[in-house]
């Protein structure tokens, strides 16, 4: 176990490279949480731990590539700033609500929600695919930015992977925009939901900076990468082998918490 006194690199070189690959497909299609956990859990790390973990190495990647979106003028914070506030609001709410969880109900429902939503991602289309402009910010907009922005927040808070997916296809159902906004808006609030919730896991003691830190570094290269290739080439041809593995990984995450103990 990577969490045993004995630094073991083997482990530590694994969850790295899992790190880089994360970063490099949560940039394409959102997700990388659905790689990443799974893989803490199984280097060792209890649920609570793993999860803020998570939380410190994925804010790396999530950083680099809301930059990279917002460079190429992907994204626009004053037109979203309703969406960053209640993302974050929503982020601090799911991970409280996490704090007065046991462990042994997130060791079960964790597997489970990795599968839903690797299964959800890999089924689900977006809708605008043309380059298109942002929409009128109507009223009625304002609120749907409000409403996506807590619930998206609060789920990223509470259990995160898979929230990026959530992210791009939403977006691009509820306001019309093609995928390359919707991925620098999934991006960007995936970076807020990210940071408000790694302050409250700090707050909670459930973080290994070590792990979290080496694993955030790969993730910020890969995030890189994946930000510059998501703009040129899009998500079609990763988007299936990526969700073949999370679902093997997270399948025998599955059995082990549910049929082994």
């Known amino acids: 176990m990577f969490i045993d ?15 880089f690959i994360a970063g490099l497909i949560d940039a394409i299609a959102g997700g990388g949480g659905m790689l990443t956990v799974p893989t803490l859990l199984s280097a060792g790390l209890p649920p609570h731990l793993a999860l803020g973990t998570n939380k410190l190495a994925a804010s790396f990647g999530s950083l680099t590539a809301s930059v990279t979106f917002y460079r190429k003028k992907l994204f626009d914070p004053k037109f979203w700033r309703l969406s ?19 462990g042994d109900f997130l060791e079960k429902f964790i597997p489970i929600v990795i599968v839903i939503t690797a299964i959800y991602t890999l089924f689900s289309k977006t809708i605008v695919t043309e380059l298109k402009g942002l929409p009128a910010l109507t009223f009625r907009l304002k609120i749907t930015q409000s409403i ?15 929230t990026g997916a959530f992210w791009t296809a939403s977006s691009s159902a509820l306001y019309k925009i093609n995928i390359l906004l919707s991925c620098g808006l999934a991006r960007s609030t995936n970076f807020v939901s990210n940071f408000c919730s790694l302050l409250t896991f700090i707050y909670f003691g459930y973080v290994n900076f070590i792990i979290g830190i080496s694993m955030g570094i790969f993730i910020m290269l890969g995030a890189a990468v994946g930000a510059h290739w998501a703009i040129k080439f899009g998500n079609r041809f990763i988007r299936p082998v990526f969700i073949i593995v999370v679902i093997s990984m997270s399948a025998n995450l599955t059995y082990h918490a549910w049929f082994t103990q």
Request: hydrophobic share 55%; with cysteine; charged share 5%.
């Open 84 to 102: 960053i506030l209640y993302t974050a609001i929503g982020a601090v709410a799911g991970t409280f609500a996490v704090g007065f969880l046991s």
């Open 5 to 19: 006194s004995t630094f073991n690199f083997e482990i530590w070189f694994t969850l790295c490279a899992i790190g």
């Open 148 to 162: 996506q922005g807590l619930l998206l927040g609060f789920y990223d808070g509470f259990a995160g992977p898979g």
